[in-house]
């Protein structure tokens, strides 16, 4: 499942297969359910949203050596309320699954 929104400099898919969600968990200190729930109640760390988005980065197909340079230049750099949203996004794509493709499987189950 991927989330494609404006980052940086452009568009970007952002995804997080279950070995990337193992390592935001390792890089966090908390489980993945821990990590939503930090978010949800705006008790994050710094560290919760970089690593989120620079590991849906990678898991978006953007190289780790670019996906940390994004991170440096547009996350570390602005205010979090800039960056909060999209790892937010990201992490309810987790739990949620894409909005594009849960729509287009409830097209698909009403034809049906």
Not at 88 to 106: N, R, Y
Request: aromatic share 8%; charged share 20%; glycine share 8%.
């Amino acid at each position: 499942m991927t989330h494609v929104a404006f980052f940086g400099d452009g568009e970007r898919m952002f995804a997080l297969p279950f070995p990337l969600i193992e390592e935001l968990q390792r890089k966090t200190g908390v489980g993945i359910g821990a990590l939503f729930q930090r978010m949800c109640s705006l008790h994050f760390s710094i560290t919760d949203i970089s690593e989120t988005i620079r590991l849906a980065l990678i898991g978006g197909g953007t190289d780790p050596k670019e996906a940390a340079a994004l991170v440096a230049t547009y996350v570390q750099t602005r205010p979090l309320a800039d960056s909060i949203p999209l790892a937010f996004a990201i992490l309810e794509t987790v739990w949620l699954g894409s909005p594009t493709t849960s729509q287009e499987d409830q097209r698909q189950g009403e034809s049906e």
